[in-house]
């Protein structure tokens, strides 16, 4: 099942399912169903916080004939609004360290965004007057399901969630002149995520995915998820080693070869850009660039 979350005329969000043609109201379907404990979510972290019996109790409602909001009227927002952590990984694939000119790294290199950084399918990425080196990072995002402490890479993926499409937006003049990547990586919308969450109940094995980014219809990144150099398994192993990790906790596992600040001569995002992520079989990820005024 894809599970999405949209916003209401009220300013809140819900729970929806992806369905063919638009997305159907868990909240609706719960109630119809008589399944108390499925009502009121408001996005897929709140469903993961209910546990693997709630998801199995939704999987089972058939939204045949259910109410439909249709795909040109939905407002998506992040599939999770609220995460408690949004972990990023950088220098996962061989030939983005070498597109970036240093070595490979030794260790797991990691980095946080903050949920100010997250906008849905459809919202604009700020460009803010901070920057003017403005680039894109497609990646597989991971969701964790369960709450993981001291997990082994073994048993790893029994606490995943799902997977979605992120986009690690970065400021490169920024990461680069300064120590920290907190205002290079975390600025407001640096994190577009969405459109959905495909349910690891009927996700293929990882290795089968593969990332493509696209810049105002332009192919820029193509790549294979089996090629990342610290596999989803290990990243959760090595994480949760010493942060815990809580349902709907997001996972950015890095980006491939192909980022504009690597082509010559670099070439960044500017106003009006499309930016475009697919991941089958999830979906696809788009948003335009706004210069913020």
């Known amino acids: ?12 969000t819900s729970l929806h399912l992806a369905v063919d043609g638009g997305f159907v109201e868990v909240d609706a379907l ?3 169903a008589g399944v108390p404990a499925l009502r009121g979510l408001a996005d897929v972290g709140a469903l993961y916080a209910l546990g693997a019996a709630a998801r199995g109790e939704l999987a089972g409602l058939d939204p045949t004939g259910a109410p439909l909001v249709a795909a040109s009227a939905a407002r998506l927002a992040p599939p999770v609004t609220r995460p408690s952590k949004l972990i990023c990984v950088g220098l996962n694939y061989a030939d983005h360290v070498a597109e970036s000119r240093g070595p490979r790294p030794e260790r797991v290199v990691l980095f946080a965004k ?3 950084c997250l906008v849905g399918e459809g919202e604009a990425i700020e460009l803010p007057a901070v920057t003017e080196q403005l680039d894109y990072e497609g ?28 986009n690690d937006v970065s400021a490169r003049d920024l990461q680069s002149a300064e120590p920290q990547w907190i205002r290079g990586k975390a600025l407001d ?50 994480i949760s080693a010493a942060i815990c990790l809580e ?19 670099p070439v960044f995002l500017v106003d009006g850009d499309i930016v475009e992520i697919e991941l089958e079989p999830i979906g696809r990820l788009r948003n335009v660039v706004r210069t913020l005024r």
């Open 189 to 238: 919308t640096f994190a577009p995520l969405g459109p959905w969450v495909l349910d690891a109940l009927d996700a293929p094995p990882i290795d089968s995915m593969n990332i493509r980014t696209l810049v105002n219809g332009d192919l820029r990144q193509d790549a294979s998820c089996g090629l990342m150099l610290t596999p989803v398994p290990e990243l959760i192993e090595h």
């Open 114 to 116: 903050f949920p100010s």
């Open 247 to 265: 349902p709907g906790d997001v996972i950015a596992t890095g980006t491939p070869a192909g980022i504009g600040a690597a082509m010559d001569p």
């Open 30 to 32: 719960a109630a119809a």
């Open 1 to 12: 099942m894809k599970l999405a979350t949209l916003r209401t005329a009220g300013g809140g």
């Open 139 to 166: 990646e597989l995002a991971v969701v964790i399901g369960t709450r993981a402490k001291g997990v082994k890479s073994a048993d790893a993926l029994d606490y995943v969630g799902g997977y979605t499409i992120i």
